[in-house]
Nanobody
Framework: QVQLVESGGGLVRPGDSLKLSCTTS??????MGWFRQAPGKEREFVAA??????YYGSSVKGRFAMSKDNAKNTVYLQMNNLKPEDTAIYYC???????????????????WGQGTQVTVSS
């Protein structure tokens, strides 16, 4: 059974940092990533990683960083200088293929986690 389990969400203030984790089991993924969805908005690409290469959405580039610990089967999303517009449910995603990072779509990913809520508010 393939599982992606996110953790680390919460309520923070603007300018704070937060680190999300996604622990996987049941499969090795060629590409992993993060998407987010805010109430009333479409799902948005956040970040993706293939081997040691990462790619970020324009709204988070320079503030967020994705990393991976292969020994722990875990990927991370370090989020710095958080803004109220970062408020959303964050989903960890994985696919067995090595995707083209500059052309990532939600439909490309076969496996999704349950999501973790991130709220940025003063």
């Amino acid at each position: 059974q393939v599982q992606l389990v996110e953790s680390g969400g919460g309520l923070v203030r603007p300018g704070d940092s937060l680190k999300l984790s996604c622990t996987t089991s049941g499969r090795t993924f060629g590409t992993m990533g993060w998407f987010r969805q805010a109430p009333g908005k479409e799902r948005e690409f956040v970040a993706a990683r293939r081997q040691t290469q990462s790619y970020y959405g324009s709204s988070v580039k320079g503030r967020f960083a994705m990393s991976k610990d292969n020994a722990k089967n875990t990927v991370y999303l370090q989020m710095n200088n958080l803004k109220p517009e970062d408020t959303a449910i964050y989903y960890c995603v994985g696919d067995s293929r090595s995707l083209i990072l500059s052309s990532i779509w939600a439909a490309d990913f076969e496996f999704w986690g349950q999501g973790t809520q991130v709220t940025v508010s003063s």
